[in-house]
């Protein structure tokens, strides 16, 4: 059984697997949004570093990043930037990551439109934020 898809016993819920695959029916319930929060401090900063230099977004994805990981970003804000994110840093996007003239096309696409869907809530100091962790990557 997928942890994802947890069903309770004697009423408790099991933890979340982050490695299963999620049901798609349930992507904006609590326990998924809580599996691509775990995914995406798992697999973020590694995937960044690695692609930060090829990306010209490199500063709205990491702004995003700030914004899912403020606690006063609404749920329903962090639940579309986390799964942004987790396409961002999927293993399936890698494919296309390495391919000359597409490279990273989808991705871009993926955080355009959730930009332009989250707006307001992408904060300044998130913004801010970004710059500064960009910054110290290019330095070390």
């Not at 490695?19 to 929060?37: C, K």
């Not at 990306?55 to 006063?72: K, R």
């Not at 913004?127 to 990557?137: F, G, W």
Request: glycine share 4%; with cysteine.
């Amino acid at each position: 059984m997928s942890s994802a898809n947890a069903k309770p016993m004697d009423g408790v819920f099991q933890e979340p697997d982050p490695l299963a695959p999620i049901d798609r029916s349930r992507a904006l319930v609590p326990m998924v949004q809580r599996v691509n929060e775990i995914r995406v401090r798992r697999g973020f900063w590694p995937k960044v570093r690695r692609a930060a230099a090829r990306i010209p977004f490199a500063a709205d994805v990491v702004s995003l990043y700030y914004c899912a990981m403020d606690d006063q970003t609404p749920r329903a804000a962090k639940a579309l930037i986390l799964a942004a994110l987790v396409w961002f840093i999927s293993p399936f996007s890698i494919v296309q990551d390495l391919m000359a003239g597409i490279g990273f096309v989808s991705d871009a696409a993926v955080i355009a439109a959730v930009i332009g869907i989250i707006g307001a809530n992408l904060k300044p100091r998130h913004r801010e934020q970004a710059k500064a962790a960009l910054k110290r990557m290019a330095e070390s």
